[in-house]
C-alpha cells in the first residue's frame, strides 16, 4: 500500500537545477520552510496525461491557488534538469516552478517511488498531489493503486477544492486569431493584463474562415469563448472585462 504521509516533514534532499545555464543545488528547506506550497508529482514530462491535463489545469489555476494563500505552485518528477526546464517552455507553464528529482530522492523519501521497467522507464514517481506548510504535510492526494496510469484525485481541481471549497475556478478561454490581425494583437493584451491564460487557435493552420464561421457565427477575428460561451471580438471581451472587474 502506498503511504500516506500527512503530518509528516517532508524528505530532505538537494535538487540539481539548471538556472541560467549553471548548475544550482535547491534544498528541501529552501523550497518549503517558511511557506506554503502546493505540490504535483507525475510519471514523467511529456507523458500523454501529465502534458495534456496535469500541469496545464495547474498552471491555470495556479493564480487562484496563489490568491487563496498558496506561495508557490511546484511540479517534481524524476526527470533530469534539461528535460523538466525544456518541458516547462514547451507547455509555457509559468505559473509553475519544476523541481527536477533525478535520482528520485525526494520520491523515494515520500515512498512513492515505483518501478515502470515494464515500460522502459525505470523509476518513477506515482502519481500524487499535496499541500505542505512549513514542510510539514497537511493533504495529500494519491492515485489508487490501479494498472497503468490513473488520475482520479491528484488534479488541481480537487486542490483547489480542499483548499479553498468555495472559490471559482477560472473560465477556461479560447481566442481565434488570424495572423497580423490588430484587433486579435488588442485581444491578447487584455486578457495578459487581466492575468487570465487563454488557448489561441490561428487561422490558416487547418482552421478556414468557414470553420470559425461554423463555431462562431461570425468568420472576422479575434472570436474569443470562455466556458464555452461566445464573447466576442475585442470590444466585447473589454466589456466582459469590465464587468468582471471587483
Known sequence: MLPNKEGQHVPQATFKTRQNDKWVDVTSAELFDGKTVVVFS???AYTPTCSLTHLPRFNELATTLKAHGVDDVLCISVNDAFVMNEWGQTQEAENIRFIPDGNGEFTKGMGLLVDK??????????????LVKNGIIEKMFIEPEKEGDPFEVSDADTML?????????????????????????????LLREAGLRYEEISLGNGISTRTLYAVAGAGTTPQVFA?????????????WLARRMP
Do not use: H, Q
Not at 521497467?117 to 499535496?130: A, D, H, I, P, T
Not at 475556478?169 to 486569431?177: E, K, L
Open 117 to 130: 521497467s515494464n515500460l522502459g522507464f525505470g523509476k518513477r514517481s506515482w502519481r500524487y498531489s499535496m
Open 227 to 239: 466556458g464555452g460561451r461566445k464573447i466576442g471580438g475585442s470590444e466585447e471581451l473589454e466589456a
Open 42 to 44: 507525475l510519471p514523467g
Open 161 to 189: 477544492k480542499y483548499i479553498a471549497p468555495e472559490a471559482k475556478a477560472p473560465d477556461p478561454i479560447t481566442v481565434f486569431t488570424k495572423p497580423g490581425c490588430p484587433f486579435c494583437a488588442k485581444a491578447r493584451s
